[in-house]
């Protein structure tokens, strides 16, 4: 199997605060994670690539401080929304990135977490 | 660049029914291509990829699909839906070979509605 947990699964924060969360691959090791938000009725926006032991690569438009990225061991990485504020509020998802013996790069399969509810009020 | 497009924002069905939903897609190197299923307040689940071989793919939970590199194309069939079937389904991308940094760009998504 390939199961990606996150933690936590709702979270309502007030703003100006920073909320943290984690994303598991429970069964596999990981050096790639990718962190995702979704708005309502839309597709997913691929918000940075988490390496192990490397710095985060953002896509254009993230603001790096805002959204903090960890990725300490093969099977965590967190996401850390610093000052959150209510245009924050989203769905989060991450995934984790399994690599397939013998397929080469390509054949490996990103395998997504149950995603997590932010809301900033 | 890359980019992938789905030509139905919803897909409306009833029971028992075969559906189609489709996706193409735009790209200057090759790709791997992938279905993903989302059910509401979940992540994603993979439905199948298309790496290599065979143009036509079979899935998990009676999917199917098939790549066509003249038309671009990676339309998702299935025979006959259920209403468990009822969910948002994305079609992705990822670059082929040496660009790969397994970066998955994603389709707009198709609803399906099962209906009895």
């Known amino acids: 199997g390939a199961v990606v947990s996150q933690h936590p699964s709702r979270v309502i924060c007030k703003s100006g605060t920073s909320v943290k969360i984690e994303c598991r691959s429970l069964?596999?090791?990981?050096?790639?994670m990718f962190w995702y938000r979704q708005f309502p009725k839309q597709s997913l926006m691929l918000m940075a690539t988490s390496n192990e032991g490397s710095k985060a690569t953002y896509e254009q438009g993230v603001e790096k401080d805002k959204f903090l990225i960890n990725h300490a061991s093969l099977t965590l990485s967190t996401l850390t929304v610093t000052s959150a504020h209510p245009e924050d509020s989203s769905f989060y998802i991450c995934?984790?990135?399994?690599?397939?013996?013998?397929?080469?790069?390509?054949?490996?399969?990103?395998?997504f977490g149950p995603g997590t509810r932010l809301t900033v009020l | 660049a890359q980019s992938v497009t789905q030509l139905d924002s919803q897909v409306p069905v009833f029971e028992e029914a075969p559906v189609e939903l489709r996706c193409n897609y735009s790209s200057s190197v090759s790709v791997y291509l992938f279905w993903y299923v989302q059910y509401p307040n979940q992540g994603l689940q993979l439905l199948l990829k298309y790496l290599s071989g065979s143009t036509l793919v079979k899935g998990i939970n009676g999917f199917e699909a098939e790549f066509n590199k003249s038309q671009t194309s990676f339309h998702l069939r299935k025979p006959s839906v259920h209403i468990s079937d009822t969910a948002e389904y994305f079609c992705a991308v990822s670059s082929r070979g040496s660009s790969n940094t397994g970066k998955l760009i994603f389709g707009q998504g198709t609803t399906l509605q099962v209906k009895p």
């Open positions: 069964d596999f090791q990981a050096t790639t």
């Open positions: 995934s984790a990135y399994k690599q397939i013996p013998g397929t080469g790069a390509g054949g490996d399969t990103q395998y």
